[in-house]
């Protein structure tokens, strides 16, 4: 099979193909143009892999074009967050980093362009007067009181707005299409506003700012975009995106098409709201691994091929739906599980005392990392008489399904030997804290001789060359699949979306963690250590990315 007959399909691709077979276009060009005001969650994800994706399997070009036309809204560290989310993805843009801001000369021409041709004119209405002007969807809007002004005066009031010589919210520069259109979008739309806000790109050079949907198209057609790629709710817009584009002298033509935009089970994919709980503290940040950006899943341990694995296998349609959380997780489950390496932590620890292991005895004991990829390799565990396993692992009594330790029956410490527990101590609490056992000396990588086999394999670690280490317990952040359709998002929270477990006990190899590296603990789950963690050998802080499996159905019922 061909490279091409191994690729996704879908009708974007079919729209490509067939205007690459017509001749309409040589060659495909297209663009990631976020708005940076916030941090780019996996809906953005998903556009990143699709806009790319393509560039990359019809040999074009993909530019990364920052939409800046909001300066009171946006950040140059939203700028640095959003390069380094593509380039962790997996991908490269085409050339220099674009800005929309970098074309404001030329879509002032393009604004002056339709004034002359008698297209655009300065509205003195104000916000609420616009408004009411706009009309309804059920009844036509009427034409603004200026709206017949002349050309010369338009230009020359266009010409003190851009002088700063008007004042914000008194003016505003508005296309003249149709007022009584059944579109909004189309009634008279505002393309130019004043702002006197300093933009992180141009300084203190523009008083005025065009409009997202005005500059947009403009930006696409300066770029030589054959193929604008766009989530469904610009749907409607695509008819002014082709007004502005039919009336002004373009070097190009873009065309615009939609695809549904991600909804993803227990998340919110509005940056408004999920700016709402960065400012409001609710999370700790806009990389709190609870969030759903893509720097909360690269500090939770998520993987890039994970993400590209996801957005390929939830397609790209016209159809909205909500995606089932579980899709995503299996989709890093399966990443981890072939190639997270193994390692042991000890996350409520009880002591394991060995009682006819001699006295003052160490041993290094060999573990594979991987149980069934030798490629990634041994690493040197140290074992002792004295052990720290879960307080889970342990109980005085227990029916056969239990395949732990329990008094009078062995198990296999995981790379070790087999143990049978004898008696246990208790504080005044009756909390187990420490468990006696003995060992079978001949059972390092084999079974007992007498042809017993132990039921089941506990984790450890050793208490004196162990580690102490913070470990963060991530689940969902909301207790209901949509919370978007809540009427107050913030009553299903889930009080219980973060869980701290601070003197947890992990293996002396985890000193050499490094940020983000997967590891599965052993029946544990998946975690990395996180990107915040500075000083591996006094502040260990790992972040679960993923349970084992799926438990949140069970918790939910």
Known sequence: MSEAENRPTNFIRQIIDADLAS??????????????????????????????????????????????TNPEKEDIDYVHAIKKDVQWLGFEWAGDIRYSSGYFDELHGFAV?????????????????????????????KNSPYRD?????????FEKMKNGECQEGECSLRAKIDMSSSFMCLRDPIIYRVRFAHHHQTGDKWCIYPMYDFTHCLSDAIEGIT??????????????????????????????????????????????????????????????PRMPTIAAFRRRGYTPASLREFAKRIGVTKMENTVEISVLEACIREDLNDNAPRAMAVLEPIKLVIENYPAGKTEALTVKNHPSDESQGTRIVPFSGELYIEAEDFREEANKKYKR??????????????????????????????????????TLGKNPTDGTKPKGVIHWVDVQKSLTATVRLYERLFTVP????????????????????????????????????????????????DNECLDNTSNLVFNRTVGLRDTWAKIAK
């Open 482 to 529: 949509n919370p978007a359709a809540e009427t107050d998002f913030h009553s299903v929270m889930n009080p219980e979306s973060l869980t701290v477990i601070n003197n947890a006990r992990v293996e002396p190899s985890l000193a050499n963690a490094k940020a983000e590296q997967a590891y599965q603990f052993e029946r544990q789950g998946y975690f990395c250590l």
């Open 149 to 157: 002004t002349s050309v010369e005066e338009n230009l020359a009031l």
């Open 227 to 288: 193929h604008s790629i766009c989530t469904l709710e610009f749907q409607d817009n695509r008819r002014l995106y082709d007004w502005v584009i039919d009336n002004v002298s373009v070097p190009s033509i873009p065309h615009q098409y939609e695809f549904s935009r991600l909804n993803l089970e227990y998340t919110l994919m509005s940056k408004r709201k999920l700016n709402i709980l960065v400012e409001e503290k609710l999370v700790d940040g806009w990389d709190d």
């Open 23 to 68: 001749g309409k276009h040589n060659s495909v060009q297209t663009r990631f143009p976020p708005e940076p005001n916030g941090f780019l969650h996996i809906g953005h994800a998903k556009a990143i892999c699709l806009n790319f994706g393509i560039a990359q399997d019809y040999n074009g070009l993909c530019n990364l074009r920052f939409d800046d």
């Open 113 to 141: 362009e339709l004034i002359e041709k008698g297209l655009a004119y300065v509205c003195f209405l104000n916000g609420e007067e616009t408004r009411e002007y706009r009309g309804t969807l059920n009844k036509p809007g």
């Open 405 to 442: 330790l329990v008094i009078d029956k062995a198990v296999r410490l995981r790379g070790a030997y087999v143990v049978t527990a004898t008696r246990c101590d208790k504080d005044e609490q009756g909390n187990v804290t420490t468990v006696y056992c003995t060992y079978n000396e001949d």
